[in-house]
């Protein structure tokens, strides 16, 4: 009986370790997403010639951050019609970094080949900068305002936020570029 | 091996197995290139699935319970 009692024991003390452990993983601590009124995390990464594209050089614009990659049915959707925003937006100080998430360069290269774009493409095949904005879904976008600071955040794609994005977008381009939180 | 010995033996293998368990990580959003793959999708053919639920459910009176929707794409 007692040694029953003892396996009991054992038992429930790795039931207790086993839940510490889960709970306190990694995983479990991670911060949530990045979200509205935050400064946007500092981005820098390669775009294909090899130069680097920062986020802070793109202070007084209005930055659209899309995270795709080529296995991403959404993003594969997303890509021509956030290049579209880009060309429709461009003349009044619009921008777009879309942040390629594809562990294997090559996937992201056929998929940008077959899709001429005008939007700027980085790399990031370890996903840091994915972590520093903690993406909760693949497609995820993220529009900075003038100011720098993430004014609106999207997670997934369908046609139907393409509206949103064009109203957001006309919202933040009309504010005006010296603003009260700016600098 | 004595009883006491058998125990702590014990004791320490499950705390092993918790902690191996507790190892257990979160794929992230953007780490889901291949749980993406289109070979992931148990039935890939929506067709054949299709017409295979309704075989089923006709000649063995069985429907249901066949997975979730999404299949294999981790996007979201």
Same mark, same amino acid.
């Given at each position: ?12 003390? $790795? ?19 990045? /979200?509205?009124?935050?400064? $946007?995390? $500092? ?5 294909? @010639? ?6 802070? @050089?793109?202070?007084?614009?209005? /930055? ?31 921008? /777009? ?11 992201? /290269? ?74 | ?35 993406? +793959? ?6 890939? +053919? ?31």
């Amino acid at each position: 009986m007692q040694t029953l009692s003892r396996v009991f024991t054992a038992t429930g003390l $790795a039931a207790v370790v086993l839940l510490f452990g889960l709970t306190a993983s990694p995983a479990a601590l991670d911060v949530r997403g990045a /979200v509205a009124g935050q400064q $946007a995390p $500092a981005l820098r990464l390669p775009t294909a @010639d090899g130069t680097y594209l920062s986020l802070a @050089d793109q202070k007084g614009n209005v /930055v659209l951050i899309d995270f795709w990659a080529s296995w991403c049915a959404p993003c594969r959707h997303a890509f021509p019609a956030i290049d579209q925003l880009f060309v429709d937006f461009r003349s009044r100080g619009f921008r /777009v970094i879309a942040v390629n998430l594809d562990e294997k360069r090559q996937d992201a /290269v056929d998929f940008l080949v077959a899709r001429p774009h005008g939007i700027d493409v980085v790399f990031d095949p370890r996903g840091d900068s994915a972590r520093a904005f903690g993406l909760t879904g693949m497609p995820s976008s993220y529009l900075i305002g003038r100011d720098g600071t993430i004014r609106y955040a999207h997670a997934g794609y369908t046609d139907k936020v393409l509206d949103a994005y064009r109203l957001e977008i006309e919202r933040l381009l009309s504010e005006p570029a010296g603003g009260e939180h700016t600098r | 091996m004595t009883r006491t010995g058998r125990m702590v033996l014990l004791t320490l293998a499950a705390l092993a197995v918790a902690m191996w368990t507790a190892g257990c990580a979160t794929v992230q959003p953007w780490e889901r290139a291949r749980l993406a +793959n289109p070979c992931m999708v148990f039935d890939y +053919n929506g067709g054949q699935a299709d017409f295979a639920s309704h075989w089923q459910s006709a000649r063995e009176g069985s429907s249901g319970g066949f997975g979730v929707q999404g299949g294999g794409c981790g996007c979201k």
